[in-house]
């Protein structure tokens, strides 16, 4: 498959495949064209040659790079996520819906500040925030852009285990890094992206990888 906006290609004859269960780290320089393919998995890209085959039960969740929010955005955390609930003609919610959303705060260990303001909440909360939002819809296919970028240490240690519980009962995740050694921790599978020359293989392989570059 190939990607590019226009007609300046961004990403040349890549091959992958991606299996159920996966945790697919994608790594490489600024511009090598990591967004590129996260917007085509996204279908907001139509490749320009080749083509991205999908099984048709795949449900994309997708959790951007921080966002920051202003201090006085007045949504709570639980308000926040329940955005995520389809649209529908009451603006209140079932007893459901209010299961499913408290079902979710409590896996990304927000229960204790649901009720708080967004705009409030530390950088990592706020992550974790937008990751239960994408959870809300039940994805089966978790895609995180740079979403561990500007968090402190144990803020990005604490999302990504989160994630990996998910993905440790059957969710895909991808997760695009500048982060090798997170990648390390937490991938199971990699793609290294180098303008035109890109690899791919089990978390294993990636050391190996690098150490013979
Ligand atoms: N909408 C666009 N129109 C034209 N060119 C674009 C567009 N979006 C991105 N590009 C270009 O495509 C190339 C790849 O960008 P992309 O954002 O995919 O890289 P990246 O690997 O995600 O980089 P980073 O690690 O800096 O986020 C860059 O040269 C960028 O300038």
Same mark, same amino acid.
């Given at each position: 498959?190939?990607?590019?906006?226009?007609? #300046?290609?961004?990403?040349?004859?890549? =091959?992958?495949?991606?299996?159920?269960?996966?945790?697919?780290?994608?790594?490489?320089? =600024?511009?090598?064209?990591?967004?590129?393919?996260?917007?085509?998995?996204?279908?907001?890209?139509?490749?320009?040659?080749?083509?991205?085959?999908?099984? *048709?039960?795949?449900?994309?969740?997708?959790?951007?790079?921080?966002?920051?929010?202003?201090?006085?955005? *007045?949504?709570?955390?639980?308000?926040?996520? %329940?955005? +995520?609930?389809?649209?529908?003609?009451?603006?209140? @919610?079932?007893?459901?819906?209010?299961?499913?959303?408290?079902?979710?705060? #409590?896996?990304? =260990?927000?229960?204790?500040? %649901?009720?708080?303001?967004?705009?409030?909440?530390?950088?990592?909360? #706020?992550?974790?925030?937008?990751?239960?939002?994408?959870?809300?819809? +039940?994805?089966?296919?978790?895609?995180?852009?740079?979403?561990?970028?500007? @968090?402190?240490?144990?803020?990005?240690?604490?999302?990504?285990?989160?994630?990996? #519980?998910?993905?440790?009962?059957?969710?895909?995740?991808?997760?695009?890094?500048?982060?090798?050694?997170?990648?390390?921790?937490?991938?199971?599978?990699?793609?290294?992206?180098?303008?035109?020359?890109?690899? +791919?293989?089990?978390?294993?392989?990636?050391?190996?990888?690098?150490?013979?570059?």
């Amino acid at each position: 498959m190939s990607l590019g906006y226009g007609s #300046k290609p961004v990403v040349t004859d890549l =091959n992958l495949s991606i299996q159920q269960g996966e945790f697919l780290v994608v790594v490489g320089e =600024n511009g090598v064209g990591k967004t590129t393919l996260v917007r085509a998995l996204l279908k907001q890209l139509t490749p320009h040659a080749g083509e991205i085959v999908r099984d *048709p039960k795949v449900k994309i969740g997708y959790v951007p790079q921080f966002r920051n929010l202003d201090n006085e955005y *007045p949504l709570s955390i639980r308000d926040f996520i %329940a955005l +995520n609930l389809p649209m529908k003609m009451m603006p209140w @919610l079932t007893t459901v819906e209010r299961q499913q959303v408290d079902r979710i705060i #409590k896996a990304t =260990n927000l229960s204790a500040i %649901a009720d708080q303001p967004l705009g409030l909440a530390s950088g990592g909360e #706020k992550q974790r925030t937008y990751l239960a939002q994408s959870l809300l819809s +039940n994805p089966n296919l978790l895609i995180l852009d740079e979403s561990t970028a500007s @968090l402190d240490p144990d803020s990005k240690i604490e999302l990504l285990s989160l994630v990996q #519980k998910f993905q440790q009962s059957g969710l895909t995740v991808i997760f695009v890094t500048h982060d090798w050694e997170l990648a390390q921790q937490f991938g199971t599978h990699f793609l290294h992206m180098e303008p035109g020359c890109y690899r +791919n293989g089990t978390i294993d392989q990636l050391s190996q990888h690098l150490g013979g570059k």
